[in-house]
């Protein structure tokens, strides 16, 4: 059997990822006018943003010990929005999301020749913390702050605080991806994490305009991301 095939066209018997929704969402959001989207459905009083005034900064893990996160962007040089997409619900969120900032931050700051140890003030940009929860769990905040969830409400030096989404706007990128989860799950409960399910997941949102356009162009790029060969358990 040629393994090239196999990679490519994904037998039935193979098992979709566990964070096949995840990697849907790095891969979506990867491409810039999707990007720009997201942006927009965040900040929907700002309409002068273009894809040119977006850079992607996630930070991609090159060792498997390494940090890394879903997703991170700046909009030109002032605003840093940081994006987790969870389906499992997780105060320990709050200490990644410091984490990815930190680093984010660090490679800012060589990025752009400034010095941390100088007299000079550093230029930072104002930092923008969510994550997109599409999970069961029926307390649902707005808000999530490291002093309240890690340190019982105790004061603490440094405070964290990440705003949760649980759907967007209707028709909006945010919504669609939701939409785009459950129906995933759904066919899940049908037909098991297979590729039967997959395809099923792909046919459906298309019929109903959810993430059309991207699952058209690139049905194939979505099918490969969320198989594996593999059990990841």
């Known amino acids: 059997m040629n393994s090239e095939t196999t990679l490519l066209e994904p037998s039935e018997k193979q098992e979709a990822k566990h964070t096949a929704k995840d990697s849907v969402f790095t891969d979506l959001f990867a491409i810039p006018k999707y990007l720009l989207q997201l942006y927009r459905a965040l900040h929907p009083e700002d309409q002068e943003i273009t894809e040119e005034n977006i850079s992607n900064v996630t930070i991609h893990n090159v060792l498997l010990d390494q940090c890394y996160n879903d997703l991170g962007f700046l909009v030109g040089n002032r605003l840093l929005v940081l994006a987790e997409a969870q389906s499992t619900w997780t105060v320990n969120i709050l200490v990644r999301s410091l984490m990815y900032l930190v680093q984010t931050w660090q490679e800012y700051v060589q990025s752009t020749g400034q010095n941390i140890y100088g007299s000079k003030r550093v230029e930072l940009p104002r930092p923008e913390l969510y994550v997109i929860y599409t999970g069961s769990r029926k307390r649902r905040p707005a808000y999530l702050r490291l002093s309240d969830e890690i340190f019982s409400g105790h ?63 690139r049905e194939k790029e979505v099918l490969n991301i969320m198989m594996t060969l593999f059990d990841d358990e």
Do not use: H, P, W
Request: net charge positive; proline share 0%.
């Open 155 to 217: 004061e603490c030096a440094v405070e964290v605080k990440v705003k949760m989404i649980y759907d967007g706007e209707k028709g909006d990128i945010i919504s669609q991806y939701v939409a785009f989860t459950r129906i995933y799950k759904e066919q899940v409960k049908k037909y098991g994490r297979t590729r039967r399910a997959v395809l099923k997941t792909i046919q459906i949102c298309r019929d109903e305009n959810i993430l059309k356009e991207y699952l058209e162009s």
